[in-house]
């Protein structure tokens, strides 16, 4: 397949990925700012042979995700904040019962209804886990169009390759905002693999086969511990291989810069212009929210060192706390965020720097 | 893109490599068409660009606009904090995003529209009837055509021979949409 460029919003981005990653299941409630996704998918999904259902809550959207995903086909859902937050009992039942799926929150600002503006107030809920029990989910974070498309093929292979829920996490803007895109196309050899032939757990159909069960229920005293504590081992195993980050200009600045999304690309602006001043500050930025970059930020933080990490969201701090836990008090961890609808500016990112590296 | 149009563009652009544009006016004037349009000519002469559109709960006759960078390099923040050039197709939003234009900013009114802003120092105001123009050609809803080519022929940010190589695309081979946009265009261009 000829790799081809377009001009494309992150929401038809993320579309078109899963559509090229196989994705043979999407059921969804429209909500700003994530429409474009769902449009995209009403449009193609049956054109590609799939099944494309507008769901008439964010509820039952999820678990049809549920359905799809025990049956062994692709499955995927997307929302934008209050329509994740309704989902949250589903994410939790589609962990317990080790399936693969991939969920889509394209941020607004919260709490309650909030508004439609861009944000970065969901990141508790992503990688703490917004619903119950002792899951995780890996949490994808693009800053960039053409990222939301890679990820978005990632996304499906890791959710495969680990039988777990994987968020992609962007916001508003990464979900409106149009860029060039360049497209590998439908046939990536690894995103193709997964039929449901092929997963030997699926409720696939069991003529000539011992019948599988896919549940999250364990009655027997013992039993869940036993099922948790092999849950735990598989996040350590995603924890020690997963980890994913951009770096820039880290290797002799005194105050890097910490941001996701495309939070990370105004900070990287700010680095850009502060570089051109003579200033060492530097860009770190995880793209895997969980697993959270631990290891370049143990690497990062030596005690004699006196670095300080200026972690950047448009939440009131959030990713800050993971941050912090990473560098383990060896140094000094700051935070600039605003939240509902506001962002923070370059301006103020440099200022904060600026004052950051006198002090 | 012959070798006289290259050097004519390089001059025009005095060196810049990046360009950040706001494009705002009603609902209905074809702001988000012609946003969307210009990033797609960027990207077709393989410059970086990026393309934000205001979202959301915006209402028939309420202001909408767009925010473009168009540069050589990879583009870092999307957000325009400071603007290079201003399109404003009506009075409410010259008035918002004039104090956001840099020194030296160049900013295109609608003067159908718009009257004359103020406090202008050190900008380069083009006080032009794009309506009006549009209209003459039969249509007004080719305005934003016109003042894309008042733009062009001011700030040489595309290539005039590519956005009419592109125009069929966007108009899906409609022989009558396109010829009228492109009478627009080339009536933005006389305009300088």
Not at chain 1, 24 to 51: D, R
Not at chain 1, 148 to 170: C, H, M, N, Q, W
Request: with cysteine; aromatic share 6%; net charge positive.
């Amino acid at each position: 397949m000829a790799h081809q460029k377009v001009l494309m919003s992150g929401n038809e981005a993320i579309a078109m990925a899963a559509l090229d990653a196989g994705c043979g299941f999407y059921a969804g409630y429209p909500i700003t700012p994530q429409n474009e996704l769902i449009g995209y998918m009403a449009k193609h999904m049956p054109l590609s042979g799939g099944v494309f259902i507008q769901s008439e809550s964010e509820l039952s959207a999820i678990n049809m995700v549920f359905g799809a995903s025990a049956a062994g086909c692709r499955a995927m859902t997307s929302s934008s904040s209050p329509g994740i937050s309704l989902m949250q009992e589903g994410i939790s039942y589609i962990a317990g019962a080790e399936l693969p799926a991939v969920i889509v929150n394209i941020m607004r600002a919260g709490p309650g209804l909030g508004n439609i503006w861009p944000a970065q107030s969901d990141y508790f809920q992503a990688v703490k886990g917004g619903g119950h029990g002792d899951y995780r989910c890996i949490t994808l974070a693009p800053s960039s169009v053409q990222e939301a498309y890679d990820l978005t093929l990632s996304a499906f292979e890791l959710a495969d390759k680990y039988r777990i829920p994987v968020f992609i996490l962007g916001d508003g803007m990464l979900g409106q905002m149009m860029e060039p895109l360049t497209v590998s196309g439908p046939g990536r050899p690894e995103t193709r693999d997964q039929r449901p032939e092929t997963k030997e757990w699926a409720a696939s159909g069991c003529a000539g086969r011992k019948p599988n069960v896919v549940k999250s229920f364990y009655l027997n005293m013992g039993d869940l511990e036993k099922f948790n504590l092999k849950l735990q081992e598989k996040y350590k195993g995603i924890q020690a291989k997963e980890q994913l980050q951009e770096t820039a200009y880290i290797d002799d600045a005194r105050v890097i810069l910490t941001a996701y999304g495309t939070m990370a690309r105004i900070a990287k602006s700010a680095v850009e212009k502060l570089r051109e001043k003579g200033k060492k500050a530097g860009l770190l930025r995880p793209i895997t929210l969980w697993p959270f970059p631990r290891k370049i930020f143990n690497r990062l933080a030596v005690s004699d060192k006196q670095l300080t990490f200026l972690t950047v969201e448009m939440s009131y701090g959030q990713m800050v706390e993971d941050v912090q836990l990473a560098v383990e008090g060896k140094a000094r961890v700051e935070f600039l965020g605003r939240s509902g609808g506001g962002i923070p500016s370059e301006e103020a990112i440099i200022n904060k720097t600026l004052q950051l590296l006198k002090n | 893109m012959d070798k006289k149009d290259n050097e004519q563009r390089i001059s025009g652009r005095e060196n810049k490599v990046i360009e950040r544009l706001v494009i705002s006016g009603f609902g209905g004037q074809g702001i988000m068409s012609l946003g969307k349009f210009i990033a797609l000519c960027a990207m077709r002469e393989n410059k970086f660009v990026t393309f934000i559109p205001a979202y959301g709960a915006e209402v028939r006759g309420g202001t909408s606009h767009c925010a473009i960078i168009i540069s050589d390099k990879a583009i870092a923040s999307a957000q325009c904090e400071e603007i290079d050039t201003l399109i404003a197709m009506n009075e409410p939003s010259a008035i918002k995003f004039t104090p956001r234009l840099k020194k030296g900013a160049h900013l295109f009114v609608n003067a159908s529209m718009a009257g004359k802003p103020r406090r202008l120092k050190g900008l380069h105001l083009h006080h032009i009837r794009f309506t009006d123009i549009a209209s003459r050609l039969g249509n007004a809803k080719v305005a934003n055509m016109v003042a894309l080519g008042a733009y062009i022929a001011r700030k040489k940010i595309l290539s005039v021979r590519n956005i009419i190589k592109i125009l069929p695309e966007i108009f899906k081979q409609n022989t009558l949409l396109i010829h009228l946009n492109e009478q627009a265009l080339q009536e933005g261009l006389k305009t300088k």
